[in-house]
């Protein structure tokens, strides 16, 4: 069975921009979870998608959004970069909840925003 | 306000020694609290502990939660040099709140 896959797994972009990362979770796994870490705050909880539904949203501004789409893909979008955006943002997919099930994580998609 | 605090922040210890990772939380609406193990990629998933008293165990590893003093412990017994990682904690309320973690290094 195939793991997450996360597109792109590096990017660079500057000041302003935006961006949209991927996730495609395991085959017939219906949450998806995004994630940021970063050295200085750890990893930080962004927001869970479970059947196309944003079902928890961790503390982060509205230039952070996400959307999963019926086959269970989802999409993360930062509008507006700053510096401080650079991180490494992972996903993970569950077949519950992300509460309540074992959490499989991709490997990343590595932003630099400079 | 919710939080996670792992202990210690880093460990060095030699392979065979036993090793135990704290955790403690303080969090609305608990759900469950979950450990994972990251090396240099993404996290991996080592147990999830919803009841109190109830240990999990594989292989070398056990943990054990205690929801009425709020906190988790992760052991590792017999430590090889492969167990040298950062293991995080995690509590789900809600959302999923993350520790810092604990870096443990395991010299031969």
């Known amino acids: 069975k195939a793991g997450v896959t996360q597109t792109p797994r590096y990017l660079i972009k500057t000041r302003g921009q935006q961006v949209t990362l991927s996730c495609s979770p395991i085959?017939?796994?219906?949450?998806v979870s995004w994630y940021q870490q970063t050295p200085g705050q750890g990893l930080q909880f962004l927001f869970e998608?479970?059947?196309?539904?944003?079902?928890n949203k961790g503390n982060f501004p509205g230039r952070f959004s996400g959307r999963q789409f019926s086959n269970s893909r989802s999409e993360m979008n930062v509008s507006t970069l700053e510096l401080g955006d650079s991180a490494l943002y992972l996903c993970?997919?569950?077949?519950?909840?992300?509460?309540?099930?074992?959490?499989?994580f991709g490997p990343g998609t590595r932003l630099t925003v400079l | 306000e919710d939080k996670v605090v792992q202990s210690p922040l880093s460990l060095v210890v030699h392979e065979g020694d036993t090793v135990t990772l704290n955790c403690s939380y303080e969090?609305?609406?608990?759900?469950?609290l979950l450990w994972y193990k990251q090396e240099k990629k993404a996290p991996t998933f080592l147990f999830m502990l919803?009841?109190?008293?109830i240990e999990k165990k594989s292989g070398r590893l056990s943990s054990i939660l205690d929801k009425k003093e709020l906190f988790s412990i992760l052991n590792i017994t017999a430590t090889q040099t492969g167990d040298s990682a950062v293991y995080l904690c995690?509590?789900?309320?809600?959302?999923?709140?993350f520790g810092a973690g604990t870096r443990l290094t395991v010299k031969p």
């Open positions: 085959s017939g796994h219906r949450s």
């Open positions: 998608y479970f059947s196309e539904t944003q079902r």
């Open positions: 995690a509590v789900n309320n809600n959302d999923m709140r």
């Open positions: 993970a997919s569950s077949l519950k909840l992300a509460g309540g099930d074992e959490q499989f």
């Open positions: 969090v609305t609406n608990f759900r469950s």
């Open positions: 919803t009841s109190s008293g």
